[in-house]
């Protein structure tokens, strides 16, 4: 009934693949979160960029299906990056070690100049 | 505390309903002039620990209550999270970190705890003889 | 209705926490899927009746309860306000409009039940037995 | 303890006294919206406009005490004016007949037209 509003769409810019994530990151999310990484992993993708808008509602539980994602980043030799996460976001995102493994980025202009910077 | 409780909220163990108590808590902590950081670790910390009442201690049973008791002091909000305790806590050790978990040698899940431990100023499970499982979570007004 | 209700919120009979009674059905409320405007109007017209139940039926101690109730149908949300009815509510006849308040025949006051009437589907006092007062807000879910 | 935060202040332009209100406006409001009014009215305001910040909580014990501010403008011959209601509260005061009383503008800008168009 108070199931969650997310969507989760795909796209490319630059040579990096986007997936944009707006709404709440919970424990539902994984089907539709690992779908569109399976997605753009499938279609070769090399650097991936979790987008977000300001979420306002990220738990644990969505936290522990982005780890999975690391996982599998690490496992297919990608670069992951992440932004539009509000500053508490960000914070979480550091407390739970996800900043070692994926560059967090202000905003999405910012990510694309850091993997292009990356890779050159 | 000995005080009677100021606002209490009550809902069914569903997931979703979080969200109603992490918006009801944060406006409340908000009248009480809480910063706006603050009202956001507060969010997190008790949406947590309502998907642990729900999840745990209530085994997702929609027609087991989780309850949640707003106290405030001068000094002080707290807030005491109380399911039925289908499942007792019982601390479990330490809590992995993101390396174990990326190596596959833990589970994805269990860093509600540990999260909310660092997002207040105080938080655990209390002793009761009520059968439930109580949680409870101290933010301590700071003077501006 | 008969059905349990989903999410229940009690605080005492002080002036200020119908402000987070407004902001935790508004949450709620949100969160079914009703839009903007149908919110504001649910946040304006409970507010009203909570802060009836706070003066009149509880007669500002903050000692008593108010009890907001939501239960959710296929078609409506009913909320159920809840005080202790040390003033029981009485029908008093015909609202005053602002014409006989601006020339000094009625008091100024005297205007939520009538707002709160326009804003939701259906609004009104329900009998019951256990001494307080019973205020029912409804509101019809529109498919869109 | 969780009493209003209410801030009631006055200034002038081109003849009109504004008495902004930002906060709720509730029974709490009485004093600090009585003084505002008697401290213009005491310097000869004629137009008075009450500029909202699109504010989020206005009951209606606070429009009792704006219904009391109409019988003083009218007593006293002065011209009311309301700015900066979000589309509800807009809504409200034509609900209360509030509406026929005080015109209604979107924002300070269009009041302090509609004033000086009054006047020529
Ligand atoms: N309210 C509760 N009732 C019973 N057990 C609980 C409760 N809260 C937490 N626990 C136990 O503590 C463990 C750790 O909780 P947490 O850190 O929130 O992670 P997660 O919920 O993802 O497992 C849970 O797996 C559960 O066994
Ligand atoms: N919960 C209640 N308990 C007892 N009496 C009530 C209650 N709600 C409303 N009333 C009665 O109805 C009258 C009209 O209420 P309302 O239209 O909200 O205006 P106001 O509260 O400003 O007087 C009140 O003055 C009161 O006598």
Same sequence: chains 1, 4.
Avoid: W
């Avoid at chain 2, 009480?32 to 085994?59: F, P, Q, S, W, Y």
């Amino acid at each position: 009934m108070l199931e969650d509003e997310l969507s989760v769409s795909t796209r490319e810019r630059d040579g990096v693949a986007i997936i944009d994530l707006v709404g709440d990151v919970t424990t539902f999310a994984e089907e539709k979160i690992n779908s569109a990484y399976a997605q753009v992993t499938g279609q070769g993708a090399k650097h991936i960029l979790l987008n977000f808008r300001q979420n306002d509602y990220i738990n644990s539980a969505g936290i522990a299906i982005l780890i999975g994602i690391v996982t599998e980043v690490n496992r297919n030799n990608q670069k992951l990056g992440v932004s539009g996460l509000s500053q508490h976001f960000q914070k979480i995102f550091r407390m739970v070690g996800l900043a070692q493994y994926a560059d967090i980025y202000q905003d999405e202009d910012e990510a694309i100049k850091g993997f292009a910077a990356a890779t050159t | 505390m000995t005080s009677h409780p100021s606002m209490e909220l009550s809902f069914p163990s569903e997931l979703g309903y979080e969200k109603v108590a992490r918006e009801a808590v944060a406006a409340f902590a908000r009248r009480l002039g809480c910063d706006r950081e603050r009202v956001e670790d507060l969010k997190t910390a008790l949406g947590e620990a309502c998907i642990n009442a729900i999840e745990h201690g209530n085994g997702r049973t929609p027609g087991l209550r989780v309850e949640v008791s707003c106290f405030v002091a001068d000094d002080r909000l707290e807030i005491d999270v109380h399911d039925r305790g289908l499942k007792r806590y019982e601390a479990s050790g330490t809590v992995a970190g993101i390396d174990l978990k990326l190596r596959g040698l833990a589970p994805l899940r269990g860093m509600g705890l540990m999260m909310i431990a660092q997002l207040v100023d105080e938080a655990g499970f209390t002793e009761s003889s009520d059968g439930g499982n109580h949680f409870r979570l101290v933010l301590y007004f700071r003077k501006i």
